[in-house]
């Protein structure tokens, strides 16, 4: 029984039917509050920057799976083992899966609200397809929005939405733009970036009230004339149906390495569940869970255990290439490269060698040879500014521009960690072409940011592989 359709609960069907095809192990029934069937929240930006339709994120349903749309679970009773939903059914389960993701915040500044505590009209989340459709309606040309929340999820929605010529204002409380993933240098340049695209940037400055009538007014006295508010101000996880149950809850459900709450028959993956070392609110570390309960549950590999995610965070955002990951402490060596002017700025951080945290942006070479260092924890070269610059050194890692030269083991999709070997043994099978390896690896079907990077190796495949005419 598996609650949630979402990003992580739909993979993990998926795993499940991959490892028991014909449901002989394992029979699966899934509960989703949302009417639509699962598709990729991730690539929720690049509908709403109008790069993609609602239909075209719809994930693959997996086979041999009930699925009940539009249902959501309300009560779980642990003692007699069954889930209650919203059409009135109780559902048994033998083991269950909780993965009801995130809900977003709506922060309490007047006027956001309606009275029963939705957003009121003019104000929208930025969550799901719901949200993403009431906010098409309002983004025409020359239409005035707010965006509330500089976070990846707000300047992503602003960059989206001046790309449909809109009079976008971004105003973040914070001093500087995605204060989890940046520090000062790279906000600031990030903000000029953005500037430079049509968006008015106001950083320091938070919403204090909302009028359809009026617009926005904010803590420093200024009011912003909008047409509609769009809200990016954080998530909560959705832990009430644990938490109902007695469940130990913190900022999520906690889980250990076997994904299991401290009721060894329920188990959280996804945005809804808190694992020590997993990074918050990233699709990655969900589906890596999703594969690893999916092992336990079937019996395929009942020692797999979850150990964790190393995050790195890709803005979707275009014309403006970031990439932060890692985290960087006192006492690592750092180096540093600004250059706002033309929107780059570099920061490395390494601890005995080793890359430990980078922010990266305009660098899009560079940035793919320091996180295929991240990723192997091979040793970085001795010439660091070189890498900081994306220069290619002789018998050292190579630069992204040169698939030939990137390592096989080194991971090209970070949401799927499908690495270079595993699509040159997909070209071989015959995947000749994106939407091939992408069935075969699932390259490129998370956050996208790898097309490129996938297509780069096809091409070079192309000209460089001998099996080709024995395989065609
Ligand atoms: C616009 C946007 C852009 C993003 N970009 C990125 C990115 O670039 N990289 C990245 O790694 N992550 C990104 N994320 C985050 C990513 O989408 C999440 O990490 C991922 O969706 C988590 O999957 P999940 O299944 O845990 O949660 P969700 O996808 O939120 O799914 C949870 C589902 O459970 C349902 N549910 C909740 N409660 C119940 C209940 N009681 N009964 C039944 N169903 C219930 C919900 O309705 C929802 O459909 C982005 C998110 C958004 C909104």
Not at 27 to 36: D, F, P, Y
Not at 79 to 95: F, K, L, N
């Amino acid at each position: 029984m598996v609650v949630g359709h979402g990003m992580v609960g739909a993979r993990f069907a998926e795993e499940v039917r991959r490892r028991d095809p014909d449901g002989e192990r394992v029979s699966l029934t899934v509960l989703g509050a949302e009417a639509h069937p699962a598709y990729n929240r991730v690539l929720l930006s690049t509908v709403l920057a109008g790069g993609l339709t609602a239909p075209m994120v719809a994930l693959p349903a997996a086979e041999g799976v009930t699925v009940h749309p539009g249902v959501a679970a309300t009560a779980l009773d642990r003692s007699a083992r069954v889930v209650h939903d919203t059409a009135g059914a109780e559902h048994p389960y033998d083991e269950l899966v909780l993965a009801t993701g995130c809900r977003a915040w709506l922060p309490p500044v007047d006027g956001l609200a309606g009275a029963d505590g939705a957003p009121a009209p003019g104000v929208s989340l930025f969550r799901d397809l719901d949200d993403c459709a009431r906010i098409l309606d309002v983004a025409e040309p020359g239409a005035r929005i707010a965006v509330v929340g500089g976070g990846l999820l707000g300047v992503e929605a602003a960059r989206g939405l001046a790309g449909r010529g809109v009079a976008v204002t971004l105003v973040h409380p914070r001093t500087h733009l995605m204060e989890r993933q940046l520090d000062a240098g790279a906000g600031e340049v990030l903000a000029g970036a953005l500037r430079g695209l049509g968006v008015d940037v106001r950083c320091g400055v938070g919403a204090k009230a909302w009028a359809p009538e009026t617009g926005l007014d904010c803590d420093d006295g200024t009011r912003i004339a909008a047409d509609a508010v769009v809200v990016a101000a954080g998530v909560r996880a959705e832990t009430g149906l644990a938490a109902g149950a007695g469940l130990a809850v913190d900022r999520g459900i906690l889980v250990n390495d076997r994904l299991a709450t401290d009721d060894g028959r329920v188990h959280a993956i996804g945005d809804c569940a808190q694992h020590p070392a997993a990074a918050a609110g990233l699709v990655q570390s969900g589906w890596e869970q999703a594969a690893v309960l999916a092992d336990l549950l079937t019996g395929a590999d009942p020692a797999a255990r979850y150990r964790g995610t190393r995050p790195v965070t890709r803005l979707k955002a275009a014309g403006i290439d970031l990439a932060a990951l890692g985290d960087v402490a006192d006492g690592d060596e750092q180096l540093h490269v600004s250059d706002p002017r033309r929107g780059r700025y570099g920061l490395l951080a390494l601890r005995d060698d080793r890359v430990v945290g980078a922010i990266m942006m305009g660098l899009p070479d560079a940035a793919a040879a320091v996180i295929g260092l991240f990723d192997s924890g091979a040793p970085a070269p001795s010439d660091r500014l070189a890498l900081l610059l994306g220069r290619a050194l002789p018998g050292e890692p190579a630069a992204a521009g040169d698939p030939g030269r990137l390592p096989g083991t080194a991971v090209v999709c970070r949401c799927n960690t499908v690495t270079k070997n595993a699509l040159v043994a997909a070209w071989r099978e015959g995947a000749r072409e994106l939407d091939a390896l992408s069935r075969r690896t699932r390259a490129a079907t998370g956050c996208g940011s790898c097309r490129d990077a996938v297509c780069g190796i096809r091409d070079w495949l192309e000209h460089a592989d001998p099996s080709r005419e024995s395989a065609a």
